[in-house]
């Protein structure tokens, strides 16, 4: 498993370079306020993901890990999942209020797109994941991230403009998705049709992890857009470059988690496994962020421009969220495998009402640091909750279900 997380680890570098070359791009030929624009409908369709999926990433690993003959109908109903969601996007963003921008449709429609093709790897490669292919998980990664990279700096270099830089963003999703989903099809043999008998066998760990997945990504993405109404689309552009390197600190515990899910799922000892790794992130994450602390304000120069240093101060303010958030990502595993308690939604809940609560009273007197202020103490109290939740389950282990296609036991 260690070789495992350190290739995945070493992929997830990868991807973060990545990230930071597209962030560079766009705030350097957009502009903070171009690149406030991107981030805001990018943000969207992010949003559109989540309200979309149905909680299938984490059952369709839960189940999958376990009965790798799943695989057929759940890959079909993954495929059936991303169009819907990528249609009902387009249709609900038709009648969004944005009267004054003259490009509303191509952002809508580049949003939903965007919004069909990220579902669909998302659900792909976790597939993947679950099936331990860890070696073409991270292909994929670096495919998905690279070729975004490309389209969007040609798209960027050559329009300037934020809506084309969107489109191009879509249209390296869909161009990713392809050769996944042939990939998949080539693992199912035979491939089967949806099944939305399986599908609704799931529905209860679905449910669940659909929710707590949902107001995780509210927490982590609520400001994005309460800033924009709040400060506008600059200040936002501003607070994207500091959230982007936040991003990129999370790097080790995510390839732990990425990794420690499906062994969990059969695991005796889940907890024990779950603290051993829980050490090793926080050792790691220390070091990540004083790192930060010291040289932050000189990679913000370096890569996005003297005139951005103003963010610095924004990571500051948001390291104690990346901190926080990066040990989450261990725990969430042990309390997903043992089947998704409910009170883990009541803690992201609580910590969503924290976050809005501080955003409401601090955002409009200090900005966008009082928004980053919000995000860490809404991921530190929720880190600290669920940390005491695995604690009091130490004992538990993972439910033994295993669903076939037609809804029947196959254990």
Request: charged fraction near 10%.
């Amino acid at each position: 498993m260690i070789k495992d997380i350190a290739i995945t680890a070493a992929t997830r570098v990868l991807l973060v370079l990545a990230g930071l070359v597209s962030s560079v791009i766009v705030v350097r030929l957009l502009g903070a306020e171009g690149r406030g624009v991107f981030f805001y409908w990018s943000t969207i369709a992010g949003l559109a993901v989540q309200l979309g999926n149905a909680g299938l990433p984490s059952s369709n690993t839960f189940y999958l890990a376990r009965n790798h003959h799943l695989l057929p109908p759940l890959a079909a109903n993954a495929l059936v999942c991303a169009l819907l969601v990528g249609l009902a996007a387009v249709l609900l963003l038709q009648v969004w209020p944005r009267p004054d921008n003259d490009s509303h449709f191509v952002l809508v429609f580049a949003t939903g797109v965007l919004a069909s093709g990220g579902l669909y790897y998302l659900l792909g490669v976790n597939l993947l994941a679950a099936l331990q292919r860890y070696r073409e998980f991270n292909v994929f990664e670096l495919l998905n991230r690279y070729v975004a990279v490309v389209l969007i700096g040609i798209v960027a270099f050559v329009w300037r403009s934020p809506e084309a830089t969107l489109v191009g963003a879509a249209i390296a999703s869909v161009a990713v998705c392809i050769p996944l989903f042939f990939r998949l099809l080539s693992l199912s043999s035979p491939p089967t049709p949806p099944s939305f008998k399986l599908f609704v066998e799931g529905l209860s760990f679905a449910f669940r992890a659909y929710v707590a997945t949902l107001l995780g990504f509210l927490v982590l993405r609520f400001n994005a857009v309460y800033l924009e109404w709040i400060a506008g689309s600059k200040i936002l552009g501003e607070w994207s470059i500091a959230a982007q390197l936040l991003d990129a600190i999370g790097i080790l515990p995510t390839a732990i988690a990425v990794v420690l899910f499906p062994a969990m799922l059969r695991s005796e000892a889940p907890y024990q496994h779950m603290r051993t790794n829980l050490r090793l992130a926080a050792l790691a994450m220390l070091a990540v962020c004083a790192m930060a602390a010291a040289l932050g304000r000189l990679a913000i120069v370096i890569l996005f421009g003297a005139e951005h240093t103003g963010a610095y101060t924004m990571l500051l303010a948001g390291l104690p969220s990346s901190f926080a958030i990066g040990l989450l990502s261990v725990v969430s595993q042990f309390l997903a495998a043992i089947g998704f308690p409910w009170t883990i939604v009541a803690i992201w809940a609580i910590g969503l009402a924290i976050e809005i609560l501080i955003s409401v009273l601090v955002v409009p007197e200090l900005g966008a640091i009082g928004a980053m202020i919000a995000l860490s103490s809404a991921h530190v109290t929720i880190f600290l909750m669920a940390w005491g939740l695995a604690y009091r389950l130490r004992h538990a282990v993972p439910q033994p279900v295993h669903p076939s296609p037609d809804g029947s036991d196959a254990s």
